[in-house]
């Protein structure tokens, strides 16, 4: 059976995959340190903090948990169990937010195979999508696949998606008027954006009428009308801790790569969040759990990805 850290190929599409995680701003904020041939680490990349708009580290947990999940994927599909322990070390290694053994020999299943496939496949669109109902029996999939990772999806019905639209749209509006919050957002909104980042071809347009479905970058070109009814979900955990943080990621990315096998997309409305962390405001009120993500689903159009560092910019020294 092949044993995925035994070689160098093993080791570089283990970082692949964990690597086309998605991430707040695009910031990739993760590293990997092998360590002999049955375990990886994951370790938070302190260089690529957002401290304004991230003082607590959450979106940088939930990047590293989607990444996480990835790599995980790749154990699987290589014929092995990943073990995972997260936080193992949480006082001496701050930055060590997972571990991963690899385990005895098992099989993948045709689903984590077709998830694994479809890494390189999930986008986040900003684009405008089409007057398309996401079925019943797709949503439940995507809800099923929150809840075996230990999170909620919540689709919003019409008032509560409106409520939410109106929240992201004041909440960005308070925003943009904050100097080190615009200049942290510039900084990973440039042009010419070659390995990290959210590159110009990946803003979207902007939308014609308020309250936009999407994030604005201050750099959007063109102008589009979007869906009439936006199709939004919020997806919670039970706490709201750092390994809270670490179980949406992985969350996240199964409804991501569920979704992309349905033919659907998904992009984010986080600015009511990021405000929240910053002004370390209380959670805004959910029956269901701390909101971690808001997600708006849809079928749109097939967009480019965005880029991605190098797997060799991954890896940490061996131990």
């Known amino acids: 059976?092949?044993?995925?850290?035994?070689?160098?190929?093993?080791?570089?599409?283990?970082?692949?995959?964990?690597?086309?995680a998605p991430s707040v701003l695009n910031?990739?904020?993760?590293?990997?340190?092998?360590?002999?041939?049955?375990?990886?680490?994951?370790?938070?990349?302190?260089?690529?903090r957002l401290r304004v708009s991230d003082p607590?580290?959450?979106?940088?947990?939930?990047?590293?948990?989607?990444?996480?999940?990835n790599l995980r994927l790749a154990v699987r599909t290589a014929g092995r169990r990943p073990m995972v322990f997260l936080l193992p070390a949480p006082e001496?290694?701050?930055?060590?937010?997972?571990?991963?053994?690899?385990?005895?020999?098992?099989?993948?299943?045709?689903?984590?195979?077709?998830l694994y496939d479809l890494i390189p496949v999930r986008r986040t669109s900003r684009r405008p999508f089409f007057d398309r109902r996401i079925p019943p029996?797709?949503?439940?999939?995507?809800?099923?696949?929150?809840?075996?990772?230990?999170?909620?999806?919540?689709?919003?019905?019409r008032h509560g998606t409106a409520d939410t639209l109106d929240y992201a749209a004041?909440?960005?509006?308070?925003?943009?008027?904050?100097?080190?919050?615009?200049?942290?957002?510039?900084?990973?909104?440039?042009?010419g954006a070659l390995y990290d980042g959210v590159p110009d071809y990946a803003h979207g347009p902007h939308a014609l009428r308020d309250p936009s479905p999407t994030r604005h970058f201050g750099r959007q070109h063109g102008a589009a009308r979007f869906e009439e009814r936006p199709q939004l979900s919020v997806l919670t955990t039970a706490g709201d801790r750092p390994v809270d943080w670490l179980r949406a990621g992985q969350a996240l990315q199964r409804v991501l790569l569920v979704a992309a096998r349905h033919g659907v997309s998904a992009s984010f409305l986080n600015q009511p969040l990021d405000l929240r962390d910053?002004?370390?405001?209380?959670?805004?009120?959910?029956?269901?759990?701390?909101?971690?993500?808001?997600?708006?689903?849809?079928y749109?159009?097939?967009?480019?990805?965005?880029?991605?560092?190098?797997?060799?910019?991954?890896?940490?020294?061996?131990?």
């Open 278 to 298: 910053m002004r370390r405001r209380r959670d805004p009120h959910h029956r269901r759990g701390h909101p971690q993500m808001i997600i708006r689903f849809g």
């Open 300 to 319: 749109g159009p097939y967009v480019s990805r965005s880029p991605r560092r190098p797997a060799a910019e991954l890896e940490l020294a061996r131990a």
């Open 170 to 191: 004041m909440a960005e509006d308070e925003l943009s008027h904050d100097h080190d919050y615009r200049a942290e957002l510039s900084a990973w909104t440039m042009r």
């Open 1 to 20: 059976m092949f044993a995925p850290l035994d070689h160098e190929s093993g080791v570089r599409r283990l970082l692949v995959a964990a690597g086309q």
């Open 56 to 69: 607590r580290g959450r979106s940088r947990h939930v990047s590293c948990g989607a990444a996480l999940f």
């Open 137 to 157: 029996a797709v949503m439940a999939e995507l809800r099923l696949a929150a809840s075996r990772e230990g999170a909620r999806l919540v689709p919003l019905d």
């Open 92 to 114: 001496e290694e701050p930055d060590l937010l997972a571990a991963v053994r690899v385990g005895a020999a098992l099989p993948a299943t045709a689903e984590q195979r077709e």
């Open 27 to 48: 910031t990739q904020p993760w590293r990997f340190r092998v360590a002999g041939h049955e375990l990886v680490e994951l370790y938070s990349d302190a260089e690529r």
